[in-house]
């Protein structure tokens, strides 16, 4: 069974690297803030568990690293709507993305992103926006 | 006084956004996760302030969104350590968040060099690997 097979969900995710979401995350996320954050988590876990524990090494020049590009246009605006977009590219010693959030592999990383596109999308975007740009 | 001026420390960010920090944050996290999520949470604040609450618009093709690009290299290996690499423009497609993309290059250069160890934390895989140690090193 490949390692997409295996991580269906979230919580496949979790359950794979032996981890307990609760002691992760915000529990009880009071704003957009602790969402988007929980969501980074999220994705953290994801990432770690679809490269099967292997962690990038930004020293090795040789080692691809696979980072997801994004198209942010909306519907409305007439576009896709947020969702993986084919400027999803490679990169090796310098980085715009964590290396928490990187892939080795690009089917991986697609399957990642058309899989769990609502776990991107909460910190990816400014959806259900409340606390950051209403105060102040 | 510019934004820039303005915003010279992380305390700076979050009363410009009227937030308190200990109440947005995990304020004793218990794991390098945690620390994840708390400096995570320092930079959207960070960002949202120094874009003085404006948020991207990726429905306008002619708006310049910048977003940091980062050197992960680090020193023992012939590279410069986590620092800021360079700011690259783009259009209707992100790598990163919106919530952490800027509108000016000298704003975005600001938050890079200035609040480098804000985004260390998130950006760099932790030191002390998870609660489990469950990564290979």
Known sequence: MSITDKIQTV????????????EMTFPEPKNDIQRAANAFVDATILTAALNERREPDFDDLNESKCIIGWDMRSEASGGPGFSYD???????SVSPVAACLVFFKLEVAI?????????????????ASIALHTIG | MSIIDKIQTITDAYTARGLKREETIIVEPKNEFQEIANSFIDALVLTAALNEGREPNYADPKEERVSIWWYLRSVAAGGPG????DCVYATSYSFVSARLVFFDWKVAKHAATK???VYKPFMTFPDKPTVNNFLIK
């Open chain 1, 11 to 22: 919580t496949d995710a979790y359950t794979y690297l032996g981890v307990d979401r609760s």
């Open chain 2, 82 to 85: 986590f620092s800021y690499h």
């Open chain 2, 115 to 117: 609040f480098s160890e």
């Open chain 1, 111 to 127: 399957y990642a992103a058309s899989k769990f596109t609502e776990v991107y999308k909460t910190f990816m975007t400014f959806q």
């Open chain 1, 86 to 92: 084919v400027s999803t590219t490679f990169v090796r």
